[in-house]
T-cell receptor, first 113, second 110 residues
Framework: SQTIHQWPATLVQPVGSPLSLECTVE??????LYWYRQAAGRGLQLLFY??????ISSEVPQNLSASRPQDRQFILSSKKLLLSDSGFYLC????????????FGPGTRLTVL | QKEVEQDPGPLSVPEGAIVSLNCTYS??????FMWYRQYSRKGPELLMY????GNKEDGRFTAQVDKSSKYISLFIRDSQPSDSATYLC??????????FGKGTRLSVIA
């Protein structure tokens, strides 16, 4: 069966510090991968998605970036965090078709102080 | 007009009630419809998936799609306190990522 992991589970970072969140998927090959942010009281905001290694599409221009160095690994990064980057970050995977159901990881709660 | 509209609630019902959760959408090209349940501080989990108009039942849950009215619903029968969560609708035209509603927060009171 497929499993999706995210770490760390929680993170408290000062403004201006760098960020690296990691997501890995087990039990499937060549998945579509997604990064979402969910701010308090708001819906899911799609940040990035990837259909393959090195292929990243950005949905929202901001100080975040994403990389996919391996087939089942997706990394979200920032060089300098802003207060507005606080939120709940979710990684998800789906099969090759966009209409395929997405399966979410447990999330990382980021607080920027 | 947003692509997907969902009343954020909160919705509070007594245990055993029938719950109706709804989403409307503006893009008639949407073909695939899903409902996710999200407990506090957890990732969303898939509840229901359908790609046609009509009803789909799974235990206490029924998903309903009315493409002519651009309206989808999730019904929960015999609601339980464990159903207390945020419910998100999601939809896709098939060649782009899912579009999510903002979620409806449900509380089932024992």
């Amino acid at each position: 069966s497929q499993t999706i992991h995210q770490w760390p589970a929680t993170l408290v970072q000062p403004v201006g510090s760098p960020l690296s969140l990691e997501c890995t998927v087990e039990g499937t090959s060549n998945p579509n991968l997604y990064w979402y942010r969910q701010a308090a009281g708001r819906g899911l905001q799609l940040l990035f998605y990837s259909v393959g290694i090195g292929q990243i599409s950005s949905e929202v221009p901001q100080n975040l970036s994403a990389s996919r160095p391996q087939d089942r690994q997706f990394i979200l990064s920032s060089k300098k965090l802003l207060l507005s980057d606080s939120g709940f970050y979710l990684c998800a995977w789906s099969g090759q078709g966009y209409a395929d159901t997405q399966y979410f990881g447990p999330g990382t709660r980021l607080t920027v102080l | 007009q947003k692509e997907v509209e969902q009343d954020p609630g909160p919705l509070s019902v007594p245990e055993g009630a029938i719950v109706s959760l709804n989403c409307t959408y503006s893009n008639s090209a949407f073909q695939y419809f899903m409902w996710y349940r999200q407990y506090s501080r957890k990732g969303p989990e898939l509840l229901m998936y359908t790609y046609s108009s009509g009803n789909k039942e799974d235990g206490r849950f029924t998903a309903q799609v009315d493409k002519s009215s651009k309206y989808i619903s999730l019904f929960i029968r015999d609601s339980q306190p464990s159903d207390s969560a945020t419910y998100l609708c999601a939809m896709s035209i098939g060649n782009t990522p899912l579009v999510f509603g903002k979620g409806t927060r449900l509380s089932v009171i024992a």
